[in-house]
């Protein structure tokens, strides 16, 4: 069997605050393999943001072992890290997170203008994946033009830009009504189907439906990994 | 991220809030345009000394007649003249690539018509308008063999020549010096104020022969060949140090005096006066774009503020750059472009302000500026290094946000 595009090893991490240590996350030990959908479960505080953000390599571990596609990345730090999460890792946030009077276009360039891409083939790329996402002809739009699903789809695209092993949607229907929520549930979905590895970061129960497996976390561990027997098509 | 790219990024970020970029400026541009305007007026002050300085002749050493003790009063240089027209004369005799010019000094009444005026009459050998630097407006010098007759001839200075013969032409007149007829054979170019703000322009050269016969005829004076100074101009490209001691110890052999015995005169070197002059006005100089500069120093201050506010501002962005895969180098050359952008900006804005002002002043105040570009490329310079230094602490701040925080920042 080849090896898990995501493996994590007795995954802990401490912050300190004043004299107190909270174990936000307090060993977690997961594979995820190419092309799986995933959603990570659980209450507020019960590590599930802290366990993505370690996956997104945005944070280090305190300790524990992380792969990304075989790479021990837990022991990266700083602009190596940066360099992986340029590379491997596409962000879906709850806000969007796009940059303000800035074209749709340059917000899907901008992981391409830090890969250090020459700009006619960024806007080519760019484009590209504004297309997939259903938006090519809003290229030009400021996300003040947009509605907020057409805000997210652009943050899609911008996460698909540089061809990650992995999407990570932090809460990605937050901000939206529910009808527009099924409408990114089904883009992320169609995504996989492509073989794109989707891993969903929730605490709505109706949202992690839409994935084939679920992780539920409590008190920093992984309590339950399940599998969702029917997956509901969105 | 290239440079261009960051500067695209910089110039966005700066018109999304143009009036807050403007009034960010606005402490650079004030602080740049009276770096300008100082430097401006302060090298034209400069200007202005040197050319006095100039006009006074340079390379000159003078020396001035002892002093005298009177019942226990002493009377000061001049009051004893120690000095001759042969000491004059065995200057340029003993020391070479020197030339010596003798004067005797005194005032006297002209009249012309029925005009009159009170000038200084300077007796002095055709040397002196060489060594002092007069130059001829119109007529002739007079030469050896007015020197030899004591010829009734003179020169007068612009001054004199206004006052005394209004708009008519001095030349060919004759004028009576304390009653003694003259002829007007030259006027002198104007020299304007000396350093101590008299009119060198106004007096009359004429023969030292004839001021000492004719004029300042004291019997003492008649008899001797005294003066009361000796103009001693020394060949460019020499040491005015040790020309200094050469005419020295000449003058002090002609008078026979001891080793140890005081000088009876008195020895000046021109040369260091117009340094000590020239250091003191580029002093002022200085210290009014030292001024200047503090405020350019308050409009860093004043970059790095805003610069602070809008890091904070802009935290989730910064926290969405990195999770692109922004590096630490991106986020600061970010935030480092921006201050230099704001800083450059205001400078370039400040220059043509202080221009303007400058040459506003000039027409205005009616003082002498002096735009130099080095001045223009001094200020940029400092504008750009001020951006740089007041932008390092905000960028180096936004570089080390930690992503997480930052994207979770309300």
Redesign the interface.
């Known amino acids: 069997m080849a090896a898990a595009l995501i493996r994590t090893r007795d995954l802990t991490k401490t912050y300190r605050v004043g004299d107190n240590e909270i174990k936000a996350l307090a060993g977690v030990s997961v594979d995820i393999e190419q092309g799986e959908f995933t959603a990570v479960m659980g209450p507020s505080g019960s590590g599930k943001s802290t366990f993505m953000?370690m996956l997104?390599c945005?944070?280090r571990p305190s300790s524990g072992e992380y792969l990304l596609g075989g790479r021990r990345v837990s022991e990266l730090e700083?602009?190596e890290l940066?360099?992986v999460?340029?590379?491997s890792v596409g962000?879906v946030?709850q806000t969007f997170?796009l940059?303000?009077?800035?074209a749709a276009m340059e917000n899907v360039e901008?992981?391409l203008?830090?890969?250090g891409m020459p700009a006619a083939e960024r806007r080519v790329r760019a484009l590209e994946m504004l297309a997939k996402v259903g938006l090519a002809e809003r290229a030009g739009h400021q996300p003040a033009q947009l509605s907020g699903g057409q805000q997210q789809r652009v943050a899609i695209a911008?996460a698909l830009v540089?061809r990650p092993l992995l999407i990570l949607a932090d809460e990605p229907t937050g901000a939206l009504d529910s009808r527009t929520s099924l409408e990114i549930m089904g883009l992320l979905q169609e995504l996989n189907r492509g073989g794109m590895t989707v891993l969903l970061v929730t605490h709505e129960a109706d949202v992690a439906r839409f994935a084939r497996r679920v992780l539920y976390f409590r008190d920093g561990l992984m309590v339950k990994d399940a599998v969702n027997a029917e997956t509901e098509l969105a | 991220?290239n440079l261009i790219?960051l500067l695209r990024v910089a110039m966005?970020a700066l018109a999304?809030n143009k009036l807050r970029s403007l009034l960010t400026m606005l402490g650079i541009i004030i602080g740049v345009a009276a770096v300008i305007v100082m430097i401006a007026v302060g090298a034209g002050a400069q200007q202005r000394v040197e050319e006095q300085i100039r006009s006074l002749g340079s390379n000159l050493l003078l020396i001035l007649s002892g002093t005298t003790t009177s019942g226990g009063v002493r009377m000061g240089f001049g009051s004893n003249l120690t000095i001759s027209e042969d000491d004059a004369a065995a200057i340029p005799r003993e020391i070479p690539a020197t030339m010596a010019a003798p004067a005797l000094r005194g005032t006297a009444q002209l009249i012309w018509g029925n005009t009159n005026w009170s000038t200084v009459i300077f007796g002095v050998t055709p040397e002196y308008i060489d060594v002092r630097q007069w130059e001829l407006a119109a007529g002739r010098i007079f030469d050896a063999s007015d020197l030899a007759g004591a010829t009734k001839v003179c020169l007068v200075g612009q001054t004199v020549a206004r006052q005394l013969f209004g708009g008519a032409d001095p030349l060919g007149q004759t004028i009576r010096v304390r009653r003694v007829p003259f002829t007007v054979i030259g006027v002198l170019e104007s020299k304007g104020q000396s350093m101590m703000g008299t009119d060198q322009d106004d007096l009359i050269l004429m023969p030292i022969s004839t001021a000492r016969k004719r004029v300042l005829g004291a019997s003492n004076l008649a008899k001797q060949r005294s003066v009361g100074t000796i103009w001693v101009k020394v060949a460019d490209g020499q040491d005015m140090k040790a020309a200094e001691e050469q005419v020295r110890a000449l003058l002090r052999q002609r008078h026979r005096l001891q080793p140890g015995q005081d000088d009876d005169f008195s020895l000046r070197n021109l040369e260091e006066v117009a340094a000590t002059q020239e250091a003191s006005s580029r002093v002022l100089a200085l210290l009014l774009a030292a001024v200047a500069s503090v405020s350019l120093v308050v409009g860093g201050i004043g970059i790095m503020n805003i610069m602070l506010v809008s890091v904070t501002e802009r935290t989730?962005?910064i926290?969405?750059?990195?999770?692109?895969?922004?590096?630490?180098?991106?986020i600061l050359g970010q935030f480092l472009v921006e201050a230099v952008t704001l800083s450059l900006i205001g400078g370039l804005a400040g220059i043509a302000i202080g221009i303007a002002t400058a040459v506003g002043i000039a027409e205005v105040a009616g003082w002498r500026i002096v735009l130099s570009p080095q001045s223009v490329v001094l200020a940029v310079a400092f504008a750009f290094a001020i951006g740089v230094f007041f932008g390092f602490y905000p960028a180096r701040k936004a570089a080390r946000l930690?992503?997480?925080e930052a994207?979770r920042f309300e």
Do not use: C, H, K
């Not at chain 1, 940059?99 to 800035?102: G, H, I, K, N, P």
């Not at chain 2, 926290?319 to 991106?330: C, I, K, N, Q, Y």
């Open positions: 953000n997104g945005l944070d700083g602009d940066a360099q999460r340029n590379s962000f946030f997170n940059l303000a009077r800035t901008l992981p203008v830090y890969a911008r540089t | 991220m790219g966005r999304i989730r962005e926290g969405l750059r990195m999770a692109v895969g922004a590096r630490t180098r991106d930690n992503p997480v994207l």
